[in-house]
């Protein structure tokens, strides 16, 4: 399809310089102009057309957008021997008008037109570093660009080869670079960068644009193929994706009718997705639910694990494939093929492990020769609560899943010792009423010699429950201790100020304890129950009206136990909440003893303390008495039950023996009447009444103690049903370009107080250096709390790169999101955990963020380097060093906005001026707030914040000479 020829301006209005309508339909070849253009109404769209005899065919493809007061230049066609080739065209919008710019155009235009034009070029293999204008030397492989502030600068090759990101070599002629563009040295090379002012003063400005417009086609037709080329594989992607999600919803479907059939069905990956498709399945294994597509990134393209875990909401932890690994089972896991590094999935199944590969479909078992072929390092997966508020019976499902062989296997034990234990009953029977009758040796030793192998056979069953508990024990607080510190670290910061340290460290704690009863009262009832329901049936095997009276007494105890727990229940209530505020108060004491003493308050502390303290152990005694009330109650019980036996055991023999008088009376023999309970059987009777009454008492107690459950539930409860920090359709962020926007945001931390940020609009443009100043109080750090996501705006709307914060996962943005507090620490440990901390990045990692902020050469010089090891603080560093040094872990994880918050305030001038020295070379968005005016003279940008309100912007010296809100807080720190 061709397009309405071009056209030149008109020659009048090159002439009298008139401006002339640029209209849609008759759009103007960039190649047939004579001179540059300004536009001045409307605005005019630059886009790439194919060529083909000298006329343009095909599509056009967008290329920039220029607005009223941008200009643009004659570019030159790049067309072969046959009129083939590429060509760009202007089109103007509604009410586009332009003029001719003149012989004598402002550099500023120059420099704002290429950064217009020239495309963004794909990210570099290795970290670029970030050249002001002057002389720089490289080394082999070293990649320049420029601050993204600078605009435009041109590079100057001296010496060396230097290579652009399309492959083509840097000359003689000066070469522009703007932000997204860069340069990589072949080997050893000298540059020199500088502004377009000294290239005019030198005379070069003029060969050196034309050479930029001469190669500006093709690198705008590289760059239009790349992306054509990634709009295609995202096309295919996506579609990969939808037959996926499809089959995974018919899937769903058949799973009803073939439970199993979804997990063992096939699944083909395509190459760079296995990522999602190992958290699928690894999803799935842990008995949750992950659409396919929810899985693909923001811009089209895989995600890796980690992003993939992140939006399912599953935790990782790295650990260690030891010797033998695959003979014991765990959590599932993500390892990696020594050959070719492709990520598998690692899941449990019976003792072992199965190994899933993605990419070939396939599953296998685990065992030494395949654990050969795998990297040791791995990743465990925890899985978590849903993102709903969760009850009691949500923890229980989590922790039991996936257990259920160790259940069985528990059950089967118990039910095997407690056959095993009727033995004893039946033997003691058997002794009373047959052997010691008969004087019967042999048989007793036979008897005795039985009992002996089933109390060996009871120990051995005994021990593989026990072993089996502990491996359930183990696997159940694994999962529910990691599902709630995920809970804990997924709840919003304004959770958190609701309550005391000591007292949300207590209510955090009550789960774990709670997690504790359960495991314990859970085994505790089944193998009482087990045991008592096998007791029960030997009761009435012997006798049914006995077997009655044991019911009854039971019942009676039941009925007293569980009336005291109730009003234990109570008190314990009373004492769960006065132990909160009471270990809050201590937690507060302690760490602000310092203050404590120095306002002479600690006998007024410590009489505040009492005060909470005895509240909380009067309900303490008072639930105490009661236990003690309970703990009476069962030791006379079990005399008192034997003494009712005896008498119904006497009643039951009159009865007997008066129905037999009757029976002699009227002449009956042998009639079917009752016969009296002969001593054996009496002996066995009363051996599993007392089986059956100590299973009994055990399953009690443990009913009584699964009552204290209850207070402490109460306690914990905010921690599960809260609104958890996540949007639950929120969309993932992708990769962030470091665009900020606050559009009409307001802000209070209560309803009854003033606004902090009152209808608060500013921008800052992706790799922008912002300082954010002003008097205190004016809502500074709140704007950093809004851009973490810590509070949510009450108006208005916070925008990353053009998507309103609100539609996003907030972790996706905090991710790419790095912060240095003014109060931040150094752990104790080596340089290298310092900067990596829990992340996956790895020791060239560390070297390239130490590198962007000058840190590396400090680094070498130290006795082990990387691995030298600080103490807690990094006493060992200077201030300079350290505070370096956690601007490196911010940037680590390669964040496209750094937050700094007064992380300068505590250095001298001169450590201050090489910490800004490295901020201003980074190429990241950064946001700083600043008390210390001389930190911020070479920002991009400074924002003044008074009463929530954004009352000046501008450079250092444009605001000094304002004479307002900025000079005056100026004037102030000068005297």
Known sequence: MSIPSSRPLDPVSRVTRLPQPLRADQPLCLGEMAEPLRVVAGFVDLFAVAMRDGRHVGRRRAVARLSAGDCFWPVPRALDDRGDGLGLIAVGGLGAQVEAL??????????????????????????????????????????????????????????????????????????PLVAGRWVSADGTARIALGTSRELADTGLLAPALAAAHAALPRQIAQALDARAADETAQARQRGELSRQGMEAAFGTLVDLIQPGSRLAAPERVLPGWEAGALVRRIAQSLGLELPPPAHAGKDGHPPDLAQALAAARLRQRGVLLRLGWWRQTGLPMVARLAEGDRPVALLPQGNGYVLW?????????VDAALAEKLNPQAQAIYAALPSRPVGLGDMIRLGLHGTGRERLAITLLALGVALIGLLTPVASGLIVDKIVPTAAGDQLFLLVLALVVAAISSAALDYS???????????????????????????????????????????????????????????????????????????????????????????????????????????????????????????????????????????????????????????????????????????????????????????????????????????????????????????????????????????????????GVFPIWERSRPLLESPLDDVADGEDAGRLGGGVEFSGVSFSYAPELPPVLDNLSFSIRPGEFVAIVGPSGGGKSTILRLLLGLDRPQAGELFFDGRPMSRLTPDSVRRQIGTVLQNGRLMGGSILDNIVGASAARLEDAWAAARQVDLADDIKAMPMGMHTVLTEGGGTLSGGQRQRLMIARALVRQPRLLLLDEATSALDNRTQAAVMRSLEKLDVTRVMIAHRLSTIERVDRILVIERGRLVEQGRFADLIAQDGVFAALARRQML
């Open 102 to 175: 003149g012989d004598a155009p402002a550099l500023a235009d120059i420099d704002h037109w290429l950064r217009a034009i020239l495309p963004p070029a794909p990210p570099p293999a290795k970290t670029a570093s970030i050249l002001a204008p002057g002389r720089h030397d490289l080394a082999a492989g070293d990649v320049a660009a420029i601050q993204p502030g600078q605009g435009c600068l041109w590079l100057v090759r001296e010496e060396g080869l230097l290579a652009l990101p399309d492959g083509a070599g840097v000359r003689e002629v000066p070469v």
């Open 465 to 707: 429950k026990t072993h089996a508990v502990l491996r359930l024990q183990s696997g159940i607080d694994l999962k529910m201790h990691a599902a709630v510190i995920d809970r804990l670290l997924r709840l919003p910061a304004g959770f958190f100020k609701r309550y005391t340290v000591g007292d949300l460290a207590d209510r955090a704690m009550g789960i774990a304890t709670i997690r504790e009863m359960l495991a314990g009262a859970a085994l505790s009832s089944l193998l009482g129950g087990v045991m008592s329901l096998v007791s029960l049936g030997m009761l009435f095997f012997y006798s049914v009206k006995l077997a009655l009276v044991a019911l009854l007494l039971v019942a009676l105890s039941l009925s007293v136990t569980v009336g005291l727990s109730l009003l234990q229940l109570r008190h314990e209530r009373q004492e769960a909440r006065t132990r909160g505020i009471a270990e809050g108060l201590v937690l507060q004491f302690i760490t602000g003893v310092a203050k404590l003493k120095v306002a002479a308050a600690v006998d007024r502390a410590i009489m505040f303390w009492m005060r909470r303290y005895g509240a909380q152990r009067r309900f303490d005694i008072a639930g105490q008495r009661l236990a003690r009330m309970q703990t009476v109650f069962q030791a006379a019980f079990g005399p008192l039950s034997t003494v009712a036996l005896m008498a119904g055991v006497v009643l039951i023999a009159k009865g007997v023996m008066a129905e037999q008088a009757v029976q002699a009376l009227a002449g009956v023999e042998g009639g079917g009447g009752a016969t009296a309970m002969q001593a054996g059987g009496f002996i066995a009777f009363f051996t599993a009444f007392g089986q059956f009454q100590g299973a009994m008492t055990q399953l009690v107690g443990t009913l009584t103690r699964l009552l």
């Open 357 to 365: 590969d993605a990419l070939a479909g396939t599953s296998q078992p």
